[in-house]
């Protein structure tokens, strides 16, 4: 039998933090995740991590840029606790062994991230996220904590009022088990393969939305969807806010800087729903080439570009063929992040007694309608802490439950029938998830109304009726990733319906959610989150008052 | 744009599991890298082939096999570069490692090796109140390492952990050396005795692949020679390795050509029991006619010697410049 106190699913930066600090607390604890932890999406964290770090920077105007950056939906005590945490998580870091570029003194750089009102992003060049899940991995080796490393979990476990477990696929020998847990830690990230294209890796699934709203777990702000301003027409890859940062411009089929009609302070580094729904306008509007606007960072130094940008370069070279330090590369706004997630409170925990939740599956909510650059690092981190600690605060004292045998023979009919399913009147994941991503892309993306939403809604209840005849190749055991991918799929649809449901609802425009149909905002109405619970006919919503501490409510300009 | 790709494959739970060829042809986008192939071969034509990936951005080191003979990762890699006329791209899983399933490797091997090295910061004590102060010159130097993605390409291709199993590698060594070069790591004299010992930095024979194949450029035989570097100039000369070295070195400027068995007799030193052990293995030598017994069994200086000795000379000068 498998059992731990804790069991932490997912293993990016929020997930070992989470798994760090809980076994601290002398339990017993145990990580499982469906890649190996140095493959996890953190990883693609280019640009950096905020703090306030210098003496003249309290942190109360981090909290305020992300107050403002979030369209006043971030909840305050959440943000004040995010960036009073944030000077000390980075030294706790750099004690860890992250190298951080630094300064003259010898002490840790800073960088400019969009919609800040000054530098306050700590960085490696631009392989921040990737230096930072290697030393924290390092440091999960040194704990020596046990790791499921390539286990997929097929759902949670709720016994009455609480979860108190998972079942999970070993990949390697397609065994499923029973993993017994007094508290279960989501911290399985976004769910960027919900879209086509997205900046995200092939692994953004957003497993842990779907398992958490199923078991009564409600989705706070799925609506808000992060449309990134600078990614690769391509393939969707992210060019990192740094540039910008650095002093990269944006320019338009005339050449034109046109963020100066749209923000003419910040320009460039105006927080990111507002550059990417510039873009998207230059674009609808007929100033753009082939469907993008250009990044062009030929006005810099060299050398800067070699040391701080060459990530960057190299992901022009690659996938454009551009070198960027000779030519402008084409960009567009591309799905990039969920600010929404399973609904959390400062300390971790759900709605459901049990289950824990950090890092972007989670919503505190820290990035209310809009997610500043170079925050979600930090949030993984602060909140990973925070739910791993009082996880154990739970966990204390409490028995295991009683899990009949039963609840895995569930799974284990489930897979069954996708794997007896013939494939010739099967349905093809792969085509479903493409059907999804594209439609969640057309309607769901940088602006969105009523009657392309409720399209949506439709295409996802048709595509949702279709999976139920899902079918695989793949009849074997052993790294059977065919079946992987047709499970992910299944959860997959269940949170796209999810962000459709909650776009529709919200009948206003604040921060990623932009309604043509309600182009402003409306604080009277909706200064408030969207609640979507799993029902017996579909998603269920409510609402829930946002927290507000020390910053009114005000009007939004760059 | 169309590719044909021959893919080796392997399925553990076949009746009698033997790796075999399979041939796929793809329609691709022209710039569709060799990962967006197999993509497309697993999406739409062969659900069964297993390929381990995720980033498509060469950031997560999950998609590191052979194309074309090779170590890459296969989403670095444009297929259109690998395609030569007439001919289908190969692709194989990665070497050194054993096969799980296709294109899966168990990368255990990777990760145990990664350990032996105590692949984690141990601070030096006190630890201050705010960040260990760093010249960036350093950090630039160790992003270099740090640059690493694990993806096992250098693993998969090296020519020394080919025969011998307990070379720690050169992943292992260059995550070393970030240690090594690390001002804030106290342990720094405790690993470098530890890397100079057997199956550490000296048993790399410099066959130069892992550079080669480096997605990173972490060149790992630039790390590892840093390493004995820096083990010798901290006095780490106890050990077969910098014995061997040093004494490749006198025996080059004193006669101007390698001397087999004066180089043997210096790395082991002066134990009898040692120099015993390996009398087997020079009488293989010996009879392969690799030990040059005919012209005595010792070199004399070749003839231009003081040419020999004149370039140390220059090389060391340019060193103190
Ligand atoms: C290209 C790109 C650049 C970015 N740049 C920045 C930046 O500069 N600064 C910043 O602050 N943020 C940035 N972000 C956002 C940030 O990287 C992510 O939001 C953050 O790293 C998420 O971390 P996480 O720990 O929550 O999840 P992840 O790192 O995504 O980890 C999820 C984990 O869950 C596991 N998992 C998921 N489902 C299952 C399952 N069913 N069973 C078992 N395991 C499962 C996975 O294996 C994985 O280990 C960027 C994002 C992208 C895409
Ligand atoms: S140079 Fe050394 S470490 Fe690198 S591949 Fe060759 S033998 Fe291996
Ligand atoms: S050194 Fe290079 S080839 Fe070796 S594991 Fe690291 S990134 Fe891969
Ligand atoms: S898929 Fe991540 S390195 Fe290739």
Redesign the pocket.
Known sequence: MLEHDVLV???????MQAALHAARQGVSVAI????H?VR???N??????NAAMEEDDPWEDHAYDTVKGSDYLGDQDAIEVLCSEAPETIIELEHMGVIFNRGSRGQIDLRAFGGQARKRTCYVADI??QVMLHVIYEQLMKAGTQVYEE???TSLVRQNDAVCGVI?MDLRSGELHLIKAKAVIL????S?RVYEPS??AL??TG??YAQAYRVGAPLMDMEMVQYHPTTLPGNGA?M?EGARGEGAYLINANGERFMERYAPNMMELASRDVVSRAEQTEINEGRDINGCVLLDVRHLDRNTILQKLSQIRELGLEYEGVDIIEEPCPVRPGM??MMGGIKTDIEGATFVKGLYSA???ACVSVHGGNRL??????D?LVYGKRAGTSAVLYADGIPFADVPESRLQEDREHIKGILARNGENGERAAALRLAMGQTMHQHVGVFRDQAGLEEAQSIIAALKERYRNVSVDDKGKVFNTDLLFALEVGLMLDVAEAIVASALFRAESRGAHYRTDFPDRNDDDWLKHTLVFSGDSGPRLETLPVTITQWQPARRTY | MRFTLNVRRYDPEAESPAPYWREYTVDVPENATVLDCLIYVREYVDGTLAVRCSCRSAICGSCMMRVNGQARLACATKAKDMQEAGEAITVEPGGNMPVLKDLIVDMDVFWNKIRQVKPWLEPVQPAPEREYLVPNETILDLTVAMNCVMCGACVSDCTSLEVDKNFIGPAALAKAYRFVDDPRDEARQERLEELSDYGGVYDCTHCFFCVEVCPKDVAPLERIVEIRERAQSAGVENNAGTRHAKAFEGIIRDSGILDEPMLLLKSIGMNPVEQMKNVPGGVRLLRAGKLPLASGPFHHKIPGHGNVKRLFEKVEATQEA
Do not use: M, R
């Open positions: 699913v997912g293993a990016g930066l929020a997930g499982l995740t469906k890649v932890p996890s999406h953190s693609a964290a280019q640009g950096g991590i921040t996220g286990w997929f979990v999970a911290c399985t990230g976004g960027g900046s995200n692994i953004c497993d842990g992210l990192t990039h992040y890092g972007e599956a650059g170079a925050n979600s690092l930090l993984t």
